[in-house]
């Protein structure tokens, strides 16, 4: 099984294929992750269902207080910073004052990199909470997954570990007006014997048109690149990437592939 946890609140900055020199930051504990999501592919490993009540997050105070360290010895040192990334042991927006860190961090953004961007890696489960979605439209970079057009797709690959509805996800991914990126996870593999392939339709066909209702600004579109806690999975080429994007371009919508 697969493994990777954070074990600090601010990290790096390291480099990230889709966001340059990112400044990492993690809301979550350092020893277990927890998320609403228990993807096949995901690096830090499974989630424990009783992971989303059985841990307290860090304070808000102590939060800022990394993140605002972490930035002035960068400065001091004249490391680059180009975004200042949520991402983490798990989904940032599980936290219960996200959208009180994001109103404190722009500020802090502002004084010491005024130049970086902030970005939120989201699953987009919890954009059912009205703050949270104020919060991720408040950032540059608010990169909201959807990895699947179907139900069941999106059942099969991410595994949520509570209630969620992909049609309650678009209607909220489209409220954002476009102001987003969409990053969606392409592979194939096989789940308790069943094989899978997102690429292919009925799935396929869906998720384009769920994308193309969504508009948003730019599409990421990305295979594996890390271990994964799940075995027979199917990491895509850049050739079949390519393919797939250039039917997202085909849509008027910016594309890249990683």
């Given at each position: 099984m697969s493994t990777f946890l954070w074990e600090s609140i601010a990290f790096g900055p390291i480099h990230s294929r889709r966001l340059g020199h990112s400044l990492g930051i993690n809301l979550l504990p350092i020893d277990v992750k927890i998320c609403s999501f228990n993807c096949l592919y995901c690096e830090c490993g499974w989630t424990l269902e009783k992971s989303l009540t059985a841990r307290e997050y860090y304070p808000v105070e102590e939060v800022l207080q990394a993140i605002e360290y972490k930035l002035i010895r960068c400065r001091d040192n004249n490391v680059p910073v180009d975004s200042i990334t949520f991402s983490g042991n798990g989904e940032p927006t599980l936290h219960p004052h996200f959208d009180k860190i994001?109103?404190?961090?722009?500020?802090?953004?502002?004084?010491?990199?005024?130049?970086?961007?902030?970005?939120?890696?989201?699953?987009?489960?919890?954009?059912?909470?009205?703050e949270v979605r104020a919060a991720l439209q408040r950032i540059e970079n608010p990169l909201l997954?959807?990895?699947?057009?179907?139900?069941?797709?999106?059942?099969?690959?991410?595994?949520?570990?509570?209630?969620?509805?992909?049609?309650?996800?678009?209607?909220?991914?489209?409220?954002?007006?476009?102001?987003?990126?969409?990053?969606?996870?392409?592979?194939?593999?096989?789940?308790?014997?069943?094989?899978?392939?997102?690429?292919?339709?009925?799935?396929?066909?869906?998720?384009?048109?769920?994308?193309?209702?969504?508009?948003?600004?730019?599409?990421?579109?990305?295979?594996?690149?890390?271990?994964?806690?799940?075995?027979?999975?199917?990491?895509f080429d850049k050739e079949k990437l390519e393919v797939i994007a250039e039917k997202v371009r085909a849509k008027g919508i910016t594309t890249e592939t990683y």
């Open positions: 994001i109103d404190r961090l722009i500020p802090l953004r502002d004084q010491y990199y005024p130049n970086a961007v902030i970005s939120c890696l989201s699953n987009a489960t919890q954009l059912t909470r009205p997954k959807l990895d699947a057009g179907t139900q069941e797709m999106l059942d099969t690959i991410n595994a949520p570990i509570v209630p969620v509805d992909i049609e309650e996800i678009v209607e909220h991914l489209e409220s954002f007006n476009g102001n987003l990126i969409i990053q969606s996870m392409f592979l194939s593999g096989e789940k308790e014997g069943v094989p899978f392939d997102n690429s292919e339709d009925p799935n396929f066909s869906q998720w384009l048109q769920r994308v193309v209702d969504i508009r948003p600004r730019k599409v990421m579109v990305y295979s594996l690149d890390r271990e994964t806690p799940a075995l027979q999975l199917h990491k």
